[in-house]
């Protein structure tokens, strides 16, 4: 048991899907997990553990932003073992070539937040994904034919950012979308040595304006979900 997650040891699988509505967790474990057990409601953030096929999986509320997703990232990886993190998340598009429900693989987070920069002193660590993942969800996503896109994204401190030269400056450098939790992620993933991969669904366009509803960001999505299951079973289901 970790301060924040009230699992005991054993509870929560090497590999890990991390929404970051905790509804979303227990819409996920309901509906894609067989015998899923709730083994954390601390602060409502959910978690359940699982089985995918045969592979035990676990889903793990992080909450919006990057200091609440680092402390349940911190706690998975340092407290309980996790190997392997997927997030399975919604991001705003930024760019006129991604539409609506489109998947993104993020193979690198830019960020606008402080947290690295204390972490480095200054240096401008570039976090990545892992490339063994990133490569398997895009060949499940082709073998789908999934709208699929790969590349760099932006992983803001804010939500509701008035800096719309930013984002329009980040286009033009061929970032595809902003969300809130990767660069946190891949940061830890690198720390700690372990496996880690964003997956994001367009659940709104920065530029044209459309969005989902949210109920359709907690309980569809189902192309982002199978291609995480999909990926962590193909990368680990054999181990």
């Not at 804010?158 to 980040?170: G, H, K, M, P, V």
């Not at 372990?194 to 907690?218: M, P, W, Y």
Request: proline share 3%.
């Amino acid at each position: 048991m970790s301060i924040h997650i009230g699992a005991d040891s054993g509870q929560i699988a090497p590999y890990v899907l991390m929404p970051g509505d905790p509804l979303r967790a227990k819409w996920i474990a309901e509906h894609y997990l067989e015998d899923a057990k709730l083994y954390s409601d601390v602060r409502n953030m959910f978690g359940y553990t699982g089985t995918y096929k045969g592979l035990e999986v676990s889903v793990q509320g992080s909450g919006m932003g990057m200091p609440s997703f680092a402390i349940y990232g911190t706690e998975l990886f340092n407290d309980f073992g996790v190997q392997t993190i997927v997030r399975v998340g919604s991001c705003g598009a930024l760019n006129t070539d991604v539409k609506l429900r489109d998947v993104i693989l993020a193979s690198g987070a830019c960020t606008d937040s402080g947290m690295n920069r204390l972490r480095f002193e200054g240096v401008d660590f570039a976090p990545i994904a892992d490339f063994e993942l990133l490569r398997t969800a895009y060949d499940v996503a082709a073998a789908n034919k999934m709208p699929t896109h790969v590349g760099n994204i932006l992983s803001s401190d804010s939500f509701y950012n008035d800096r719309a030269e930013l984002t329009t400056r980040l286009t033009e450098y061929g970032v595809l979308a902003v969300e809130m939790e990767a660069a946190a992620l891949y940061t830890l993933a690198a720390k700690y040595g372990r496996k880690a991969l964003a997956i994001c669904t367009v659940s709104d366009h920065v530029i044209t304006g459309e969005a989902t509803s949210s109920q359709e960001r907690e309980q569809s999505f189902s192309d982002m979900i199978e291609v995480a299951l999909e990926t962590v079973l193909t990368v680990h289901g054999q181990k």
